[in-house]
């Protein structure tokens, strides 16, 4: 079974608006973090935002909100306002405590903003 | 400060060929990782080391070695290049090993090309 499906495989968003990026994970451990990478068409792999198992809030790093739902399994990503420079595929990542030393990918959703 | 280096950028082998992808940080991370990335595929891990000594496989180990004899470095050499290693090559490090929260850091990563 995958452990992180993004089920997007493209987005498209009008500039200024907010989107949402969807992302569900499957494991059974309590202590996990869950992550989010932007990569630009340049290819380079950008951190953007972080969530573990046991906050209780949810994460915010400026534009950037994660959407955590637990008893879901969710996890998605929230842009708000968003840019031209937003334009690039985003990845959603797992690392579980019992395997911590891997950070297992889904497999990407193509953001596109529209001028 | 350079975060993660790779070396080369771009490389074309024939089939049979040998190499040594090249990966660097100067932050004194414990961890480091390689990861390859194909089309429609999130990042996939290869190899792993959590010090120096000290490697262990990922996801898709077969047809690469790694070594880690310093902190700072962690080459990754494929052993007889095969069409199916053609593909974009991530090495990544973090603080600490074994942390769910750590954050991973990339380099800019090396395509592959396997003729």
């Known amino acids: 079974a995958q452990k992180i499906t993004q089920t997007q495989p493209g987005m498209f968003v009008q500039e200024k608006e907010a989107v949402t990026l969807d992302c569900t994970y499957d494991?059974?451990?309590?202590?996990?973090?869950l992550f989010w990478y932007k990569q630009p068409s340049s290819g380079e792999m950008i951190f953007l935002i972080y969530?573990?198992?046991?906050?209780?809030q949810n994460a915010t790093e400026g534009r950037y909100s994660l959407n955590f739902q637990k008893a879901r399994k969710s996890a998605n990503l929230v842009i708000s306002a968003s840019q031209l420079g937003d334009s690039a595929m985003y990845f959603c990542?797992?690392?579980?405590?019992?395997?911590?030393?891997?950070?297992?990918f889904g497999s990407g959703t193509q953001l596109t903003v529209l001028p | 400060n350079a975060g993660v280096t790779q070396t080369p950028k771009f490389q074309v082998l024939k089939t049979g060929q040998s190499m040594t992808l090249q990966c660097a940080q100067d932050?004194?991370?414990?961890?480091m990782s390689w990861y390859r990335q194909d089309p429609g595929m999130g990042l996939r891990l290869i190899h792993y080391?959590?010090?120096?000594?000290?490697?262990d496989q990922g996801e898709v180990p077969n047809g690469y070695n790694v070594s880690r004899s310093t902190t700072e470095d962690f080459p990754l050499r494929l052993l007889s290049a095969a069409p199916s290693q053609t593909s974009v090559y991530f090495c990544?490090?973090?603080?600490?090993?074994?942390?769910?929260?750590?954050?991973?850091?990339f380099g800019p990563g090396t395509r592959l090309t396997v003729l």
């Open positions: 990544a490090s973090s603080a600490f090993a074994g942390g769910i929260t750590d954050t991973q850091y």
């Open positions: 990542a797992m690392r579980e405590g019992s395997s911590a030393r891997q950070l297992t």
């Open positions: 494991t059974s451990d309590q202590s996990y973090g």
């Open positions: 932050m004194n991370h414990e961890y």
């Open positions: 969530q573990g198992s046991y906050d209780e």
């Open positions: 080391s959590v010090g120096a000594g000290i490697t």
